[in-house]
C-alpha cells in the first residue's frame, strides 16, 4: 500500500466510525420507543385491573410498568446525547454517556424495588381482600406474554448492538414477566382456596428486584470505572499486528473505551534496529488500517521497540537478565529488551502482575540481582502493567 492509498485509507477510517455509530444509534433509539408503547399501554390496563380488583400487587405491576417506561425513554435521550459528535471540550465523542444512562436504568429498578417492598410490607401489616374477575385475569395474562416477548427483543438487541442500557432493560422486563407471573398465580390461588399470598409474595419479589438492580448498578459502575479488554480480542488484535512481516512481537496493548464499540488505544512494536524512519511510518500506518479493518479498533499510537542486530553478545545477554527477571512468579513478560554499547545502558521493560501484594518490590528485587550480575551496565528498566491478556 503506497502513501496516498494510506491516506485515503485514514479518511474512510473516520468516515466508516461515524456511519456504523449512526445505524447502531438508530437500532437503539427504535427499540427504546418500542419499549416505551408497550410498557404504556401495559401500565393503563393494569391499573384498571388492579382497580378493579383491589390488587395491591397488580396495582405495583402497574407502577412497575411506568418505571420501565421511563428506563426507555432514559435509553433513548442517553443514546442521543451518546451520539453527539467530538468536540474540543470532548474529542473523544461523548459514548460514555451510555453507561451514565445504564447506571439511571439500574436506579429505577432499585426504586421500583424499594417502592414494591415498602406497599407490600404494608399489606401484610394491614391486609385488603381482593376480588378478581375474568376481566382482570386476562390483562395479567396478556401481560405475562407481553413482558415475555419485550424482554427476549429489547435483551436480544442490546446483545447485538453492545447497549448495556437496552441489556439492562431486556432483562428488566424479563423479571416483570415473572412479577406479573407471580400475580397471576397468586390471584388463582385466592380464587381456589381463598389464601391470600400477594403481598407475602410481592416482599418476595420486592427483594429479587432489587438484588437485580445492585446487579446492574454494580456491573455499570465497572464499565465506567474502566474494565481490562477481552483476552481473546487483545490476543487477536495482537496476532493482526505481528502477521506483518518486519514485526517480531507486539507489547503494552492498551486499549481505551469510549463508549460501547468504541475502542481507541496503543501498541509497541519490535523491529530490527536497521529500520529507517519513513520504512516505519508506512508500517505503522498499514498496522493502523488492517486493526481497524479488522477489529473495528482505531490505533491512535505505535510504539517502537528496536532490537539489537549489530551486538551478537545482546542476544545472550537478554536470555540471562530474562532468566532472572521471570523467576518470580508475578513476574508475567519481559520485552523492549536493547543494549546501547555507546552508553553502556541495557534497557527493557518487565510486566508484574497486579496480583502481586508489593509489584515495587519485586521490580526493586530484579533491578538489584540484574545490576549485580552485569556491573558494567547501567540499566533503565520500565515496570509495565498488563493492561490485557498476555
Known amino acids: 500500500m503506497n502513501k496516498e492509498q494510506i491516506t485515503s485509507v485514514e479518511k474512510d477510517i473516520k468516515t466508516d466510525i461515524q456511519k456504523s455509530k449512526m445505524s447502531r444509534d438508530r437500532i437503539i433509539v427504535r427499540t427504546g420507543f418500542v419499549g416505551i408503547f408497550a410498557n404504556v399501554f401495559l ?13 395491591v400487587a397488580i396495582l405495583m405491576d402497574a407502577v412497575n410498568n411506568i418505571s420501565d417506561a421511563a428506563s426507555s425513554l432514559v435509553t433513548i435521550i442517553g443514546t442521543k446525547l451518546a451520539g453527539k459528535a467530538p468536540d474540543k471540550k470532548h474529542p473523544f465523542g461523548h459514548g460514555r454517556i451510555e453507561y451514565l444512562s445504564a447506571m439511571i436504568i439500574s436506579g429505577l429498578v432499585l426504586y421500583a424495588g424499594i417502592t414494591s417492598l415498602v406497599e407490600s410490607v404494608k399489606k401484610i401489616i394491614d391486609p385488603v381482600t381482593p376480588t378478581y374477575g375474568a376481566l382482570t385475569f386476562t390483562i395479567v395474562s396478556v401481560g405475562v406474554v407481553v413482558k415475555i416477548v419485550l424482554g427476549l427483543y429489547v435483551k436480544g438487541v442490546g446483545e447485538k448492538v453492545n447497549s448495556s442500557s437496552l441489556r439492562d432493560s431486556g432483562a428488566d422486563a424479563l423479571l416483570d414477566s415473572i412479577i406479573s407471573a407471580s400475580t397471576l398465580v397468586a390471584a388463582i390461588v385466592f380464587v381456589i382456596t381463598g389464601l391470600s399470598l400477594e403481598a407475602w409474595l410481592g416482599a418476595i419479589i420486592s427483594l429479587i428486584i432489587i438484588k437485580s438492580g445492585v446487579e446492574m448498578l454494580k456491573e455499570t459502575i465497572s464499565e465506567i470505572l474502566g474494565e481490562r479488554v477481552d483476552g481473546e480480542m487483545a490476543r487477536s488484535i495482537k496476532k493482526t499486528v505481528c502477521s506483518f512481516d518486519d514485526v517480531l512481537g507486539a507489547y503494552d496493548l492498551v486499549l481505551n473505551n469510549y463508549g460501547p464499540e468504541t475502542f481507541n488505544g496503543s501498541v509497541h512494536i519490535e523491529v530490527y534496529d536497521t529500520f529507517s524512519a519513513a520504512d516505519l511510518d508506512e508500517l505503522i500506518r498499514n498496522i493502523t488500517y488492517k486493526v481497524y479493518e479488522e477489529h473495528n479498533v482505531l490505533l491512535n499510537a505505535v510504539g517502537v521497540y528496536s532490537v539489537n542486530t549489530k551486538d551478537e553478545r ?13 523467576k518470580n512468579e508475578y513476574a508475567l513478560q519481559m520485552h523492549g529488551f536493547y543494549i546501547n554499547d555507546n552508553t553502556k545502558t541495557v534497557r527493557f521493560d518487565v510486566v508484574i502482575s497486579l496480583d502481586a501484594k508489593d509489584r515495587k518490590a519485586i521490580y526493586d528485587e530484579i533491578v538489584r540481582e540484574v545490576s549485580e550480575k552485569f556491573p558494567e551496565f547501567n540499566f533503565v528498566i520500565a515496570m509495565d502493567i498488563d493492561f490485557s491478556e498476555l
Not at 393503563?44 to 390488587?55: I, Q, R, Y
Not at 545482546?314 to 521471570?326: F, H, M, T, V
Request: hydrophobic share 60%; glycine share 8%; proline share 0%.
Open 43 to 55: 401500565a393503563a390496563f393494569k391499573v384498571l385491573a388492579g382497580l378493579l380488583s383491589g390488587s
Open 314 to 326: 545482546a542476544l545472550k545477554i537478554q536470555k540471562e537478565i530474562r532468566d532472572i527477571a521471570l
